[in-house]
């Protein structure tokens, strides 16, 4: 199976830049890289993904490096909504494979 | 667009019994996944239906099956239960991103089953 590394918790302060790093150094070239946290008493929501290229959306954005074998999910303005735990997907196929998540706490 | 649907949301049941959790998804996706998160091992992938057939299967006992129907709908059901079988399992349906032709989940809430 695709591995992804995380850390398993980050602090931020509210409304400052997060960057979240995963490490999945055995990605293949097909592989895409896909982000989804999850909220307390939920199911996973999806924040973003991408291949090759540094991808934004209205959520968040995906740095990607150059090797493909690290990436950070990148969020502006960090809200104490944003507190859950963010994983980091390798997507083969139709299979997602989950790390363990890096569990991000906001301080207000 | 109603998300995707999982019943029961709550249960409790008793070593040996069987269980069988339901899955709605968002309408027009054709493909379910089901996973099991537990705090020791994470999110777990279960396995994959796409129009009533099985793609994927994780590296889960054969006591764990499912099945699709013809609406997409899903089943999965836990035979002879264990204690370790108590978790929260995830079903998601999938969408194709029309930027990237990648496959995207959209997960339910989850039915949390406790095994006594």
């Known amino acids: 199976d695709a591995k992804t590394t995380q850390p398993n918790s980050m602090e931020s302060n509210e409304e400052e830049p997060v960057h979240l790093p995963c490490n999945h150094s055995t990605i293949s070239g097909t592989d895409y890289i896909h982000w989804y946290r999850q909220l307390p008493s939920q199911g996973p929501e999806y924040v973003i993904h991408g291949l090759t290229s540094n991808v934004n959306n209205r959520m968040a954005s995906l740095a990607i490096a150059e090797d493909r074998k690290s990436s950070t999910l990148i969020l502006h303005r960090a809200t104490l909504r944003d507190a859950a735990v963010y994983y980091c997907?390798?997507?083969?196929?139709?299979?997602?494979?989950f790390g363990t998540g890096t569990s991000l706490t906001v301080i207000p | 667009k109603a998300g995707v649907t999982q019943t029961p949301r709550y249960l409790i049941k008793t070593r040996g019994q069987q269980v069988t959790l339901s899955c709605s998804p968002i309408s027009g996706h054709r493909s379910v996944s089901w996973y099991q998160q537990t705090p020791g091992q994470g999110l777990q992938f279960l396995f994959e239906?796409?129009?009533?057939?099985?793609?994927n299967k994780g590296n889960f006992p054969g006591r764990f099956s499912g099945r699709q129907f013809s609406n997409s709908r899903s089943e999965m059901n836990v035979s002879t239960l264990e204690l370790g079988d108590s978790a929260l399992y995830l079903c998601?349906?999938?969408?194709?991103?029309?930027?990237?032709?990648?496959?995207?989940?959209?997960f339910g809430a989850g039915s949390r089953l406790t095994v006594l």
């Open positions: 997907i390798l997507n083969t196929g139709n299979q997602f494979y």
């Open positions: 239906y796409f129009s009533e057939t099985q793609r």
């Open positions: 998601a349906s999938s969408w194709t991103a029309l930027s990237s032709g990648a496959n995207v989940l959209t």
